[in-house]
């Protein structure tokens, strides 16, 4: 008999290991289990996508022929890990051989590669074809570049891909479309809303055991309606491509209170636990572009995000790891502020992107950016504390997607491997690109003072502290000219805000992230 362990993340009905075997050999191995759960104590509405998501792929490979052993989370004897579900099912199955794709996650990945000599039996670890790009094919791209540049790697996967390609050139004759894809909001839109599902009768159980088992947890389920079939997530997909597509590009970096998604596709946790694949969301982009009924920037744009960003982190993820997760090049180690967790703060654009993290497990990519990251990063937080909310409290989070985002992009901590400078900005940015600051305890255009806006303060105090290492960077110059005209009277005011806001902070009780 061959075991096919399929590990949560991998609900995929083209999955590499359930190819080219005869069902009638197989069986194949589901697990839910308290190690995967409780690593970190992810946000409730993440484990019930999990496990409902399990649940009914479980279902349909039934259905469809599979012999599959299903571990549930209360099954008597379950030993609470893979290594533990695994070797029960070597123990319950006459087990010739284990088949199983390669893990997203490295932590799972080294466990993996234990079995051979665990079981002493031949385990083959098979490539995660779902991945435009595989990890080795990364690594070649990446060998002897100085500067891993993701537009270039970008460029590389649409020839290799094909998508929005004409012939040899892009269509429409540029690469990137950026420029128009970076305007503020626009008074009186109308925002589309990403289709919900009615929780069905596996879903509500699933709901249940979690209130019962994590009701300690971060987050809510109460507003539950995430697709968890590959049927389902295709539905989204259509209504997405239909219904905001056309305005992603233009809006893609624009924030509203009380607008949760605007034209963001929240595609992300069904990609990210196998129920759609890269591959099929591109071309269901490309093909409404080919229709005219979708402009070049926002399927451009929205292809990037897939085949450039989400491609380029996991190969970069792979390419570090596990350097990565320790890594803080700007000796940040300030306590995670309390904040995070409650929402308890005067900070408007933080209370919105926390409310919507706490209620559906999501904030669109410029919240994450912009306001949570760019916070963390000025009030210097620990990279390892800011990381671990960030895998904690998203339904797309997974460490080889966060952890590149967070520790790379977000905040730094890799010196600039990934970004060429750090994501930081004053309250102008925000203002600029939200209505938030309006209704706002803060002032966004004082610039010292307890009623000004602490993203200013907190700017400037960032630029003076790590000027030895940023000084240099040919893209922060200009801002350090700036620093440079400024009176030290004033330079000496930001410094003195930013230390008395920062010592109002709170930190973060312990037992939030991890037991
Ligand atoms: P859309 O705006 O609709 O974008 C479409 C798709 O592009 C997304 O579904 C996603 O698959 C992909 N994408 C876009 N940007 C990125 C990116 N930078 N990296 C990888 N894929 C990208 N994404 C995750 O999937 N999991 C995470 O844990 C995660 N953590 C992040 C942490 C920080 C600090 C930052 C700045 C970004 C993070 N992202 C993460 C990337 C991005 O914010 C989310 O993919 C996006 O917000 C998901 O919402 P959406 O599906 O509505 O995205
Ligand atoms: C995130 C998660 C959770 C909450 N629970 C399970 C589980 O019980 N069983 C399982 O197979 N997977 C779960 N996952 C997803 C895994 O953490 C994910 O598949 C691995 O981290 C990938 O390496
Ligand atoms: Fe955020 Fe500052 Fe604007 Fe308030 S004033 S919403 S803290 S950027």
């Known amino acids: 008999m061959i075991l096919i362990p399929i590990l949560g993340d991998q609900c995929s009905h083209d999955l590499a290991s359930l190819r080219d075997v005869a069902k009638e050999e197989a069986v194949v191995l589901m697990m839910e289990v308290a190690e995967e759960t409780t690593y970190v104590r992810h946000h409730k509405a993440k484990i019930a996508l999990i ?13 469809d022929g599979w012999t599959v052993d299903y571990v549930t989370l209360d099954q008597r004897g379950n030993s609470g890990s893979f290594d533990g579900e695994v070797e029960r099912a070597v123990r319950r199955h006459a087990v010739e051989r284990i088949r199983i794709v390669e893990a ?82 626009r008074k009186g839109a109308v925002y589309p809303h990403p289709m919900r599902f009615t929780p069905d009768a596996v879903t509500r159980e699933v709901l249940d055991l979690v209130e019962d088992h994590f009701a300690d947890h971060f987050g809510s389920i109460e507003e539950f309606h995430l697709p968890i079939t590959a049927g389902e997530a295709k539905r989204a997909l259509g209504h997405f491509v239909r219904t905001a597509l056309p305005d992603f590009g233009t809006w893609q970096d624009a924030m509203v209170e009380g607008e949760r998604f605007l034209f963001h596709s929240w595609l992300s946790p069904a990609l990210n636990c196998g129920l759609l694949t890269a591959a099929e969301v591109c ?17 451009e744009g929205f292809i990037r995000q897939i085949l450039g960003w989400r491609e380029y982190m996991r190969g970069i993820y792979w390419l570090e790891m596990p350097e990565l997760g320790r890594a803080n090049a700007l000796h940040h180690d300030r306590p995670l502020p309390e904040f995070y967790w409650t929402g308890e703060t005067d900070m408007l654009c933080l209370r919105q992107a926390i409310s919507s993290t706490r209620d559906l497990a999501y904030a669109h990519h410029i919240e994450r950016l912009m306001v949570l990251g760019n916070f ?68 966004v255009k004082q610039k010292t003072g307890e009623d000004a806006c602490p993203f200013n303060a907190l700017y400037w105090d960032f630029l003076a502290r790590h000027e030895r290492l940023l000084r240099g960077n040919h893209r922060m110059s200009p801002i350090y000219r700036n620093w440079d005209r400024m009176a030290d009277e004033q330079k000496r005011a930001y410094r003195t805000s930013a230390r008395a806001f920062l010592g109002t902070l709170e930190p973060a009780a312990k037992g939030w992230a991890k037991a």
């Open 376 to 443: 963390a990063l000025l009030a210097g937080v620990d990279p390892e504390a800011i990381s671990d909310w960030f895998l904690v409290v998203y339904a797309d989070a997974y460490e080889w997607v966060e952890l590149p985002n967070v520790v790379g992009m977000s905040q730094f901590a890799d010196g600039g491997r990934l970004g060429s400078k750090p994501y930081v900005s004053s309250g102008a940015y925000i203002d600029r690109m939200s209505d938030y600051c309006r209704h706002c305890r803060y002032d």
């Open 104 to 185: 997203g996650e490295w932590r799972v990945q080294k466990t993996i590669e234990r079995w051979r000599r665990r079981f002493g039996l031949p385990v083959e670890i098979i490539e995660d074809d779902r991945f435009f790009c595989p990890i080795l094919d990364f690594q070649t791209w990446a060998q002897g570049r100085r500067e891993l540049v993701m537009e270039h790697f970008y460029r590389e996967m649409r020839r290799r891909t094909g998508l929005l390609m004409d012939g040899d050139e892009p269509e429409g004759g540029v690469w990137n479309l950026d420029k128009q894809n970076r305007k503020p909001p």
């Open 51 to 63: 496990l409902s998501a399990m649940r009914h792929f479980a279902a349909e490979l039934e259905k």
């Open 283 to 299: 071309e269901a982009v490309a093909e409404a572009y080919a229709a005219g009924d979708v402009p070049l920037n926002s399927a």
